[in-house]
């Protein structure tokens, strides 16, 4: 089992209102399976035992399913390992890499205020959720699910769509801190299905609109977003989610509630 010892320099910040720093640890005899959220647990134990203040970060399944994980490790938004989660990504990835030196911080962008150190608040993708991404119509109990014939690209489509964990990570790779791959997945899959049909274009003109109120950046088709996913989901899904908002803004005779 390989062990080494890596040096890291951590984003500290005590809260939205203070400027924050970097300031450098050293974690002792980490091994090749560690994930990087045990190595961080491990750097807390010792800052605890030495009655230093631990490292916030978010965490909760560690299973790459919650969304809830999120850091930039060396630039990369949830580490090097494409289509997976910081909680999943190993130290044996990182050693492959050569890397002695970590620079670790948190989802950088306005929409995502640092809550302390490592956490930010993502609450703005709650807020996009709570504009549209629902469907308010009786769509049955379960079993009444299987009596709606979909076809097999449609409903496979969908799941793709909903693979999206809302994790944050598009923010943080977009150069413009976009919130489109999120918002047009979470559109998309809703309205693909029949039982989404019956609001689907206010639901697009709703949930743009609260993107867009958030402050989040625009869509200029850089697809770090696809890129730094850790489910994959597609840019074709923000060209999907243009395409129902240009048609919503154009034959839609209802006006839509501006929101805050």
């Not at 690209?153 to 598009?170: K, L, P, R």
């Not at 395409?243 to 209802?254: I, V």
Request: include cysteine; hydrophobic fraction near 35%.
């Amino acid at each position: 089992m390989k062990t080494k010892n890596l040096t890291l320099h951590v984003w500290r910040q005590r809260g939205p209102g203070d400027s924050g720093h970097f300031e450098r640890y050293v974690a002792k005899d980490v091994n090749e399976h560690m994930s990087f959220l045990e190595m961080l647990d491990v750097v807390n134990e010792e800052l605890i035992e030495n009655g230093d203040e631990p490292i916030a970060f978010d965490h909760d399944c560690r299973e790459g399913i919650c969304g809830m994980c999120g850091v930039v490790i060396n630039g990369y938004a949830h580490g090097p390992q494409e289509r997976t989660t910081a909680c999943q990504l190993h130290m044996r990835q990182v050693f492959q890499l050569g890397w002695d030196e970590l620079w670790i911080e948190p989802w950088r962008a306005t929409s995502f205020p640092v809550i302390k150190d490592l956490a930010v608040d993502r609450g703005a993708f709650d807020r996009i959720i709570q504009a549209g991404g629902y469907i308010s119509i009786r769509t049955g109990s379960a079993r009444d699910a299987n009596e709606t014939p979909i076809p097999k690209d449609v409903s496979d489509a969908a799941m793709d769509a909903a693979e999206c964990i809302g994790c944050g990570a598009c923010v943080a790779a977009c150069p413009n801190a976009s919130a489109s791959l999120f918002t047009a997945a979470k559109i998309s899959h809703l309205g693909l299905l029949p039982q989404g049909q019956a609001e689907r274009t206010d639901r697009v003109r709703k949930m743009v609109g609260q993107m867009d109120a958030e402050g989040f950046g625009s869509c200029t088709n850089h697809g770090e977003c696809e890129k730094a996913c850790p489910k994959g989901i597609s840019i074709d899904w923000i060209a999907r989610m243009n395409r129902d908002l240009l048609k919503a803004m154009t034959t839609s005779k209802a006006d839509v509630e501006e929101r805050d």
